[in-house]
């Protein structure tokens, strides 16, 4: 549940930033440092179980944040150069960013030693 308040709020703040012609990069940094507070809180206390207290797990989210703004950014980028509007560019970058941070959250941010 908690990806899915996430996922509705960020795209839709994402959504927002673009049509106020916002830069594609400005977009993207906003929403994802959004994400990034609601995402570590939610993702690591309910999805992982995890203790979002420790600081190791707090600083592999932040680099995973960084990583997926930047691919978030670049997809878009890459998308808007094949004729694809920016908006619709957004959401195609969805599932495999969502694939992506799950899966690292799960193997390396999050995981259990």
Same mark, same amino acid.
Request: cysteine-free; overall charge positive; aromatic content about 10%.
């Given at each position: ?6 996922? =509705? =709020? ?11 012609? #916002? ?7 906003? #929403? ?16 992982? !179980?995890?203790?979002? !207290?420790?600081? !190791? ?19 878009? !980028? ?6 694809? @509007? ?9 599932? @495999? ?6 899966? =690292?959250?799960?193997?390396? =941010?999050?995981?259990? @030693?």
């Amino acid at each position: 549940m908690a990806g899915l308040i996430n996922l =509705v =709020v960020s795209n839709g703040f994402l959504q927002a930033l673009l049509a106020a012609n #916002t830069p594609v990069a400005i977009s993207t940094l906003a #929403t994802q440092i959004l994400n990034g507070l609601f995402g570590y809180l939610t993702y690591g206390k309910y999805a992982f !179980r995890a203790s979002i !207290r420790d600081l !190791r797990s707090a600083a592999r989210y932040t680099a995973l944040a960084g990583l997926l703004w930047i691919a978030n950014w670049g997809g878009i !980028r890459a998308l808007q150069s094949l004729g694809t @509007p920016k908006s619709l560019g957004a959401i195609a970058m969805i599932l @495999p960013l969502a694939a992506i941070s799950y899966i =690292v959250q799960r193997k390396w =941010v999050f995981r259990k @030693p």
